[in-house]
């Protein structure tokens, strides 16, 4: 049996396991994190849960019901586009992720410091920083940040091609508990142009969300930028600043924590759902289409086709489909 190995159990790694597992592979997934998820992410407070990676999923109903509708809860906020509405989901993103991760053959806290090539024809193997262990594939699929994954590419020798050409955008994220009162009926804001806020939502204000009022805040890509090596205090102490004065209120705060995602989302893509970089080896990520989850989900979902038809020309699963 074809047994495959995917490094990363965020959107894209997760939704690639998830189809090839459904056609019958033997799958194993390795993810530096202590839990599936990637952006999609959550933390827990006193005051309650923050979304503070995807902010909501814009997806028809059908779309939606194909990601998995019972953990997704409509957002009317989101205005509708293209017949395309927001979604969140419930109880918090990650709770999606964890959802998506279940049955799967999924190891965390696992970093891959190599990628060798193995004595299984045209396989793999991988080696990683916290485990003295060694595993072996036939087929690999890098589903990580580009910059990320070139350098295990480099030091194999293998050519990273389009890869190379891709840059990503940082992000600070503000996780704000305000001790004063928030405006009436504020649900969420969208900057534009130079805004340095390019994102405020009212965590409490979504559907199935409860607790005291608080706010998930993203800043735009430039101002993220700018204060990139900000310590997360620091950076914290700013945003509260900024988003204060944007809504007329105090500064003061119950609680507050800053986390930077330093690369989270590709600002130029490659254009192609999968590229495929050598013999058995492929990389697919939200680097390829995009970086809304629908579109890192059908990136994981276009490499599960690639491996499964590469695999049936080598007659070892003739029988094997994926929908």
Same mark, same amino acid.
């Given at each position: ?7 990363? &159990? ?8 998830? &189809? ?26 006193? !005051? ?24 997704? #809860?409509? =957002? ?14 419930? /109880? ?7 959802? =998506?991760?279940?049955? #799967? &053959? ?17 396989? =793999? ?26 350098? #295990? ?27 004063? *009162? ?14 340095? #806020?390019? =994102? ?12 005291? /009022? ?40 119950? +609680? ?10 590709? +600002? ?9 970089? *050598? ?16 579109? *890192? ?5 276009? !490499? !599960? ?19």
């Amino acid at each position: 049996m074809n047994r495959i190995a995917i490094i990363g &159990a965020g959107v894209t790694g997760l939704s690639a396991a998830r &189809a090839l597992v459904a056609a019958g592979f033997d799958v194993t997934l390795f993810d530096k994190g202590r839990r599936a998820g990637g952006r999609m992410a959550s933390r827990d407070g006193a !005051a309650g849960s923050f979304d503070h990676g995807v902010q909501y999923l814009r997806a028809t109903a059908a779309d939606a019901a194909a990601l998995g509708v019972g953990p997704l #809860l409509p =957002w009317p906020a989101i205005a509708p586009k293209d017949g395309a509405g927001g979604w969140i989901a419930n /109880p918090t993103f990650n709770h999606l992720a964890q959802h =998506w991760a279940q049955g #799967l &053959a999924l190891h965390c806290s696992h970093t891959v410091t190599a990628i060798t090539r193995g004595p299984r024809p045209s396989g =793999w193997q991988l080696r990683f920083a916290e485990h003295d262990t060694v595993f072996d594939c036939d087929t690999l699929l890098i589903t990580i940040p580009t910059p990320q994954a070139i350098p #295990l590419l480099t030091a194999a020798g293998i050519d990273c091609g389009p890869l190379a050409a891709v840059r990503y955008a940082p992000n600070w994220t503000l996780m704000w508990t305000p001790a004063a *009162a928030l405006p009436d009926g504020f649900t969420h804001h969208g900057g534009s142009g130079d805004d340095p #806020l390019a =994102w405020i939502a009212r965590e409490d204000a979504k559907p199935g969300r409860s607790g005291p /009022p608080r706010l998930t805040v993203q800043a735009s890509a430039a101002w993220s930028a700018a204060q990139l090596e900000l310590g997360a205090d620091a950076a914290a102490e700013q945003l509260i600043a900024l988003t204060a004065e944007r809504l007329g209120t105090a500064t003061a705060s119950v +609680a507050a924590s800053a986390h930077r995602w330093r690369y989270a989302f590709a +600002a130029t893509t490659i254009g192609v759902p999968v590229v495929t970089l *050598a013999d058995g080896l492929l990389y697919a990520s939200d680097a390829c289409l995009g970086s809304r989850v629908t579109l *890192a989900v059908e990136a994981g979902r276009q !490499a !599960a086709v690639q491996i499964s038809e590469g695999d049936r020309r080598t007659g070892t699963l003739v029988q094997r489909t994926l929908s």
